[in-house]
């Protein structure tokens, strides 16, 4: 039996739909996704559902309102980073939003990416594979499962509908 961390990520299109904000973790150098560009989001507080999480978390981290909040999937990490903990996200894209991002947090700057450059920036590897489903137009979200060893990814799998 697994008990996994729960966590938020949310992808924030641009008005024009044809960017994505997303944060450079470049402030820490021990951060695990130290040079990486993520989603925003994060874990999941005991008193709180997961849009809420996913609310609290992008207001914080940029200080933007979103709405419109569309589950795109879930991705269960199994045996991830130095302590080979267990993880399963929420993937959330908001359609809309209120206010102006501000310049980043602690973990690091945000950026508007376009959506047709993201395989240009510094992500995980794995990130890859379920990405293209937040963005398109299948209706039904995806369910997947993505065992690691430390921080290299052992497979993908996932259901659709």
Known sequence: MIAPVLQTAVFVLSPARDEVLLIHRNKCTDDLHYGKFLSLGGHVEPDEDVLTCARREVFEESGLVVADLALRGT????????????????????????????????????????????????????????????FDNTPAPFHGVMPYHNDKMLSWSFQRG
């Open 75 to 134: 991705v269960m990490w199994t045996g991830f980073g130095p302590k080979k903990r267990d993880y399963l996200c929420f993937m959330f894209r908001a359609d809309s939003f209120t206010g102006i991002p501000h310049g980043g947090n602690e973990e690091g700057t945000l950026e508007w990416v376009p959506l047709n450059d993201l395989t240009t920036r510094p992500m995980w590897d794995s990130d890859h594979l379920w990405l293209p489903m937040i």
